[in-house]
């Protein structure tokens, strides 16, 4: 439900979100999971950040980690 009368959000990124989720947690699983969203979110708030945005920023921590070879 939406009720600032706003475009609905599509409800297939919640799927795609949680396991980007995952596979960012499973790179370092000692990681709490609100430490990695705060991680991934960066300077930007965890409440105003739009998904698009924090899925880019997970994938980026994605990227890093594998770099990072770990």
Do not use: F
Request: proline fraction near 1%; charge should be neutral; charged fraction near 30%.
């Amino acid at each position: 439900m939406n009720l600032m009368n706003e475009k609905s959000r599509n409800p297939k990124r919640i799927s795609l979100m949680l396991g980007k989720l995952e596979e960012a947690w499973n790179l370092y699983s000692d990681m709490r999971l609100g430490q990695l969203i705060a991680v991934c979110a960066g300077r930007d708030s965890v409440c105003g950040i739009e998904d698009d945005k924090m899925l880019e920023r997970i994938q980026g921590y994605i990227d890093n980690m594998k770099n990072a070879g770990l």
